[in-house]
């Protein structure tokens, strides 16, 4: 089955820096797209940024562009999200995603998420 498992959360001050990055399993990595998405307690899970499984194209939330980027490697199976400039607002529980199935755009597999805290 298919396993998406998170690293590189933690607790970072306001205009610093973190990587999340997630190792995915059980599926044809490279046919994939892969997303990253986040949640706040009381609200909807929303996107951050999605990438296509060829890496070709990205899009990005408004709230992130600019600060955040998305990549993968094919080759290791793992997508990575660099997070720069971080606002408090940036507090989440960040999920990686994987789409509902080969060249999907639809995200459709979840992983447990980590916790980024940003403060202020």
């Known amino acids: 089955q298919v396993q998406l498992v998170e690293s590189g959360g933690g607790l970072v001050q306001a205009g610093g820096s973190l990587r999340l990055s997630c190792a995915a399993s059980?599926?044809?990595?490279?046919?994939?797209?892969m997303g990253w998405f986040r949640q706040v307690p009381g609200k909807e899970r929303e996107l951050v940024a999605r990438?296509?499984?060829?890496?070709?194209?990205?899009n990005y939330a408004d709230s992130v562009k600019g600060r955040f980027t998305i990549s993968r490697d094919n080759a290791v199976n793992t997508v990575d999200l660099q997070m720069n400039s971080l606002k408090p607002e940036d507090t989440a529980v960040y999920y990686c995603?994987?789409?509902?199935?080969?060249?999907?755009?639809?995200?459709?597999?979840w992983g447990k998420g980590t916790l980024v805290t940003v403060s202020s």
């Open positions: 990438i296509r499984w060829s890496g070709g194209s990205t």
């Open positions: 995603a994987a789409g509902s199935g080969p060249l999907n755009w639809t995200m459709g597999y």
């Open positions: 059980g599926l044809t990595f490279s046919r994939y797209a």
